[in-house]
């Protein structure tokens, strides 16, 4: 299960990392231009907003002065020229974010494995890090999973595990400062939710055998011919619909609750640069509660999102007309 689980981090990474592509080029400096331009005040927008907006500058902490408690690094550009166009695949922050998230998961996983069978050889029983994360997995695969799933499910619930704690560590990053939220990208959700839908259409297609067409061509076989015909042809594309529209919502599910918080978050504090000191404790109280609520969203979206994973692999493998 652990090598699964690992492999489709991995893929998750890999997959994502092509989401950096850029379809232009940075505009070249104006050779009149002022050799330094003037910087924007600080703001709200300049605060909250890097956890969101992806781009080609790193930031990582350090200190300057007691202004400037953050470095950046830019990120390379890598050009590719396909059909006239310049795509630029280098890495983007959040393809970053991205690589630390799957090595986070790699590693606490590994970790966990080796010292649950180093404590159970000389003690019996796992203990601390590791019992913790033997309770989770046992909790989520027997009492989550496998209900949804069905007899046979077994062999999906390392994926919808890797779903689980990949998109729980790249929701946790965008609560910690100088990081990112990967998963407030439109692109990197649609990806998981994309990698989602292949494995539910692959899992239908193992289960069912020829019977998955059914699951695209609507036939019922217990009616007449003449009620069979009108009734395919005008549930047919619903049913086409139906396979599209589960991803989509799981790309805009992920998406727009990641986004949430913090444009929330954005619009209190916003209301002290608008209306000024008289309305800074209400702000900054309805700010930090909004912010207490994230830590709770960050667990239960990337629990809704591995628990839909695994009711559309079981649904598809039961599913008949």
């Not at 991995?10 to 080029?25: I, K, N, P, T, Y």
């Not at 990582?60 to 006239?84: D, M, N, Q, R």
């Not at 990081?179 to 990698?195: D, F, H, K, M, R």
Request: charged share 10%; hydrophobic share 50%.
């Amino acid at each position: 299960m652990l090598k699964k689980l690992l492999f489709s981090t991995a893929l998750f990474w890999l997959v994502g990392s092509g989401l950096g592509a850029q379809g232009h080029e940075p505009a070249p400096a104006h050779p009149d231009a002022p050799a330094k331009a003037a910087q924007p005040k600080p703001g709200p927008a300049t605060i909250l907003m890097p956890h969101l907006t992806d781009s080609k500058h790193f930031e990582y902490p350090c200190f300057k002065s007691l202004e400037e408690w953050a470095c950046g690094y830019t990120l390379p550009t890598w050009p590719v020229h396909i059909g006239g166009r310049t795509f630029d695949m280098g890495p983007t922050k959040h393809v970053i974010w991205l690589l630390i998230s799957a090595t986070v998961v790699a590693v606490a996983l590994i970790g966990a494995a080796r010292a649950h069978a180093r404590q159970t050889e000389q003690t019996g029983h796992p203990r601390g890090f590791a019992a913790v994360i033997e309770s989770t997995l046992l909790y989520l695969r027997d009492d989550i999973y496998m209900p949804v799933l069905g007899h046979g499910g077994e062999k999906y619930v390392p994926y919808c595990l890797t779903l689980f704690f990949f998109i729980l560590v790249c929701n946790a990053f965008g609560l910690v400062p100088w990081a990112s939220t990967a998963t407030g990208n439109l692109g990197v959700t649609a990806t998981l939710a994309s990698i989602t839908f292949v494995m539910v259409e692959v899992a239908g297609m193992r289960a069912l055998g020829k019977g998955y067409i059914n699951t695209i061509v609507y036939w019922p076989h217990d009616m007449s011919l003449a009620i069979k015909l009108p009734l395919t042809i005008v549930m047919t594309p619903i049913e086409l619909i139906s396979k599209f529209t589960k991803p989509f919502a799981l790309t805009i599910r992920l998406f727009a609750n990641m986004i949430a918080g913090h444009v929330i978050i954005l619009s209190l504090i916003g209301l002290i640069f608008l209306f000024g000191f008289w309305v800074v404790i209400p702000s900054l109280a309805m700010a930090l509660f909004i912010s207490g609520l994230e830590m709770l969203v960050v667990l239960i979206q990337a629990f809704i999102f591995s628990l839909l994973a695994a009711v559309f692999i079981g649904q598809i493998r039961t599913a008949h007309h």
